[in-house]
């Protein structure tokens, strides 16, 4: 795709110039030689190539917390995305992160495999090899493995989930044959590995005839309940993220959790707010349990700031300052807890808190993990 | 039907194993010519990356040699390499592959005959595992 079909799709012309996306960019407040704004203004006023040379394509963090605001509807993220679908064609790369052990596994999971290794299901969680709910479970036993050595246990959100699913008499399929999602080569241009994980997915999802596929990552959720039908068609199955499974069941009466007296907050992760637009079903699940006070960050829903980084590229000091932003934020509320829907936010702010020695006073924990270990069960 | 020789890619820690391996050359002992030996200037710089890349892209196992114990030239690269080693172990089980693919091996002695008899060992015990096949159907 020319970078001309690129400014067209994605409103880029109608940029008034009026600065708001640079104001709002967690990036731009930082560092300010990047500005969301310069980069649309020289797509329309610059040669191309000077364009898809700059390696600042790969710092945005594709938050979308400037095309929320735009008065004029450009969609940033995607225009970013596209962009880079042309930088990788002259080898214009983001630096990835962890040495690029996360890309490498996406790659090598392009080819069909014998098996993959499900052994980490113990023995109080029960699933099934086909069924009409299934549960998808992404990447957490890779970051399990990567990320044990800042503890972060990125396992427990996927079993609590599981948990949560046979506590509703519920077995569902996990399947040894998924893979990983595609969300990150989707959104680092890499288009031919995106397409071949998609397709083997889908016919994995087939394959186990599930009528509902439940996620417990944020961006595996929008990647496959927006972007895989943007390439191949209209889905045959319904995609719900964890949090709008519970919440769904919370109202029917079917879940009802124990007391507890915790003070949290909600992190809005951006593909599940700014992307998707669901802001209500976590916090209905955490206000289901009794006791639980929720207390609002400044900045929350679809202003709510990034957690620093994303698609394991390009995280420097300045994603770092971010995320120390976002943890002070959460801090000044006066929660013990800062819980969010996403295994990224996660890991990325857990690393943060590694770095500075956890003097932060606020302990990470996912949406599913909370909810599990408040569930009264019998 | 010609034997199976396995495609194995061993990085080598360019101090103890690697005196090794050119002692064997000295010496004119030879080992299996389907090693393909990538000296690496020490296992500390080793990443998962580079041993997935190599299975992808069609290696049938991975060797890795590194130092022997308070032996690395840069004091720890060689117990750094050898906690990549692990972790890459387990990734490796999680996609399918099986983890007795990847090897790490400690070379305190760096006689030629002993590199032979350590990549000999290694190279029987993946002909025995056969070729490693990333096209099967799951």
């Keep these: 795709?020319?970078?001309?079909?690129?400014?067209?799709?994605t409103n880029a012309y109608y940029c008034l110039e009026c600065g708001i996306c640079t104001g709002s960019c967690p990036i731009s407040r930082i560092y300010p030689k990047y500005s969301p704004r310069l980069f649309v203004e020289k797509s329309l006023l610059i040669a191309e190539d000077e364009l898809i040379e700059d390696s600042d394509l790969w710092t945005c963090l594709t938050c979308g917390a400037c095309s929320k605001r735009c008065p004029s509807l450009v969609d940033y993220q995607d225009f970013?995305?596209?962009?880079?679908?042309?930088?990788?064609e002259i080898d214009n790369r983001g630096i990835c992160t962890h040495a690029g052990t996360i890309q490498a596994i996406a790659s090598l999971q392009q080819n069909d495999f014998v098996q993959k290794d499900l052994s980490w299901i113990s023995d109080d969680l029960k699933i099934k090899e086909t069924g009409d709910v299934l549960f998808f479970v992404g990447c957490s036993p890779y970051f399990n493995v990567i990320f044990n050595d800042i503890g972060v246990n990125s396992l427990t959100a996927t079993k609590s989930s599981i948990k949560i699913l046979n506590a509703l008499g519920i077995e569902p399929a996990v399947r040894p044959d998924e893979r990983c999602c595609g969300h990150d080569a989707y959104w680092t241009?890499?288009?031919?590995?995106?397409?071949?994980?998609a397709k083997k997915n889908l016919e994995m999802i087939q394959k186990s005839g599930a009528k509902k596929v439940v996620l417990s990552c944020a961006e595996g959720y929008t990647t496959l309940k927006t972007v895989y039908p943007k390439f191949f068609g209209k889905l045959k199955f319904e995609v719900q993220h964890i949090s709008q499974f519970i919440a769904e069941k919370v109202e029917a009466g079917l879940l009802s959790f124990k007391e507890t007296d915790l003070k949290v907050t909600y992190h809005d992760p951006c593909r599940l707010g700014r992307f998707e637009s669901e802001y209500e079903a976590p916090r209905k699940v955490l206000q289901a349990i009794p006791g639980l006070e929720l207390v609002e960050m400044p900045r929350n829903r679809e202003n709510s700031l990034c957690c620093g980084s994303s698609t394991w590229i390009n995280c420097t000091q300045v994603n770092k300052k971010i995320q120390v932003e976002k943890l002070k934020e959460a801090q000044s509320t006066g929660a013990a807890t800062m819980i969010t829907a996403c295994p990224k936010c996660n890991i990325h702010l857990n690393c943060t808190m590694h770095d500075n020695g956890f003097h932060f006073n606020v302990a990470i924990k996912d949406l599913a993990t909370m909810a599990a270990d408040a569930l009264d069960i019998g | 039907m010609p034997q199976f020789k396995p495609n194995i890619i061993f990085y080598c820690c360019e101090w103890n194993p690697y005196i090794g391996a050119d002692n064997a050359g000295a010496q004119e002992i030879q080992y299996p010519a389907n090693?393909?030996?990538?000296?690496?200037n020490c296992t500390g710089r080793i990443t998962p990356k580079l041993i997935l890349n190599a299975f992808e892209y069609g290696a049938d196992a991975v060797l890795i040699g590194a130092c022997g114990k308070g032996e690395c030239h840069y004091v720890t690269g060689n117990k750094t390499g050898e906690n990549v080693?692990?972790?890459?172990?387990?990734l490796l089980q999680l996609t399918g592959i099986d983890s007795r693919r990847l090897g790490f091996e400690r070379f305190s002695d760096i006689s030629g005959e002993y590199f032979v008899s350590v990549v000999t060992k290694f190279n029987e015990k993946i002909t025995q595992l056969g070729a490693l096949s990333l096209k099967e159907a799951a």
């Design chain 1, 1 to 9: 795709m020319k970078l001309d079909t690129i400014i067209e799709k």
């Design chain 2, 85 to 90: 080693v692990n972790e890459t172990a387990e």
């Design chain 2, 35 to 40: 090693i393909k030996i990538i000296p690496v």
């Design chain 1, 189 to 197: 241009g890499e288009l031919e590995t995106f397409k071949q994980l």
């Design chain 1, 80 to 88: 970013m995305r596209q962009t880079r679908n042309l930088a990788i």
